[in-house]
């Protein structure tokens, strides 16, 4: 069954520091999206992503945010100058009639 | 704006008794309505969707829920629980205002433990 993969599983950084999650979707969806789960909190939407554009994103997703998909399979999502409150389990989704997820990156910036 | 909530943190069931996992909606318009599962250390796996149709929707694992639309609820059951059932179940809403692009709106989760 094909499913949505997503490395590294647990990313570990310095303040300060860039990082890319990367994310491989199911290869004929066409609808993208990154979440976020702070630790014992909701899952909550970062940036949907269709057409090789943004297509909608939310308070959370800063300048700091960006995403791309640079070859037509890989889908990442980096954040240029990471904060300690960026630390999170990172999960992205795609979907052609349902959303599937990722198994998530935990992202802990020290 | 849509919301979906619910209202226990944590689920107690013994193997074998049947399980609820509590959702209420609350949507403009008709609800798209989705139970997902989070194992630990696992991503979200998609449980069951109610788009339209029978109100009772079965999903993975034995997994059905009951659409409600007059107490506005989408209640998760299964007929006897297992304890490898136990994880973290979130419900979720599907935003139909979001330029088309389908965000799910999340519940807060409810730990689900089953005891043997």
């Known amino acids: 069954e094909p499913e949505v993969t997503q490395t590294p599983s647990h990313q570990v950084t310095q303040m300060g520091q860039e990082v890319i999650l990367r994310c491989v979707p199911i290869s004929n969806h066409l609808y993208f999206y990154w979440y976020r789960q702070i630790l014992g909190q909701k899952v909550e939407f970062l940036v949907s992503?269709?057409?090789?554009?943004?297509?909608?994103k939310s308070e959370i997703f800063d300048d700091q945010f960006s995403v791309e998909r640079p070859d037509g399979s890989n889908f990442t999502l980096k954040i240029r100058s990471t904060k300690l409150e960026d630390s999170a389990m990172y999960f992205c989704a795609s979907l052609l009639d349902t959303q599937y997820f990722g198994p998530g990156t935990r992202l802990t910036v020290l | 704006a849509q919301s979906v909530a619910q209202p226990e943190d944590q689920v107690n069931v013994a193997e074998g008794n049947p399980l609820t996992v509590k959702c209420t909606y609350s949507v403009s318009g008709n609800p798209y309505l989705f139970w997902y599962v989070q194992y630990p250390n696992r991503g979200l796996q998609f449980l069951l969707k109610?788009?339209?149709?029978?109100?009772l929707v079965k999903g993975s694992y034995g997994f059905e829920a009951e659409f409600n639309k007059s107490q506005t609820s989408f209640h998760l059951k299964k007929p006897s629980a297992l304890v490898s059932d136990s994880a973290l179940y979130f419900c979720a809403v599907r935003d139909l205002f979001s330029g088309g692009y389908n965000k799910l709106i999340f519940g807060a989760g409810t730990r689900l433990a089953v005891h043997p």
């Open positions: 109610y788009i339209t149709g029978d109100n």
């Open positions: 992503f269709y057409n090789n554009e943004i297509s909608e």
